[in-house]
């Protein structure tokens, strides 16, 4: 029911020009948006879906790594190498000679490139 039924009928002819025009308006701009949201959550799953999966593809990469172990040293007085998947952060146990010990992977380059 149009807002100006409610009208006593007396009012110039341009009120009811206006009050048609503004329901028009409203009408059309509801039509877009209706039609819109459709598009929108497309749009809006897509990313999600992509975010997730480079997410997931990034956190499973398997590429080596290599950790030097500070304060242990090889046989010949070498720098004790680590080469695994794990990322930094991870802590592992190693026997470096003395009995097994604690190591935190980082990633922090060294002064002599490891």
């Known amino acids: 029911m149009p807002p100006y039924t409610a009208l006593s009928g007396a009012e110039p002819h341009w009120v009811r020009a206006a009050l048609d025009e503004h329901l028009d308006v409203t009408e059309i701009a509801v039509t877009i948006f209706r039609d819109a949201v459709p598009e929108f959550a497309g749009g809006l799953a897509v990313v999600i879906v992509l975010a997730v999966v480079g997410w997931y593809v990034k956190r499973r990469r398997n590429t080596l790594r290599q950790y030097t172990l500070l304060n242990s040293v090889d046989a010949d007085g070498n720098p004790v190498l680590h080469v695994t ?30």
């Open 85 to 114: 998947t794990r990322r930094p952060g991870t802590v592992v146990t190693r026997d470096v000679g003395r009995g097994p010990e604690r190591f935190e992977l980082t990633d922090v380059e060294l002064p002599d490139g490891t």
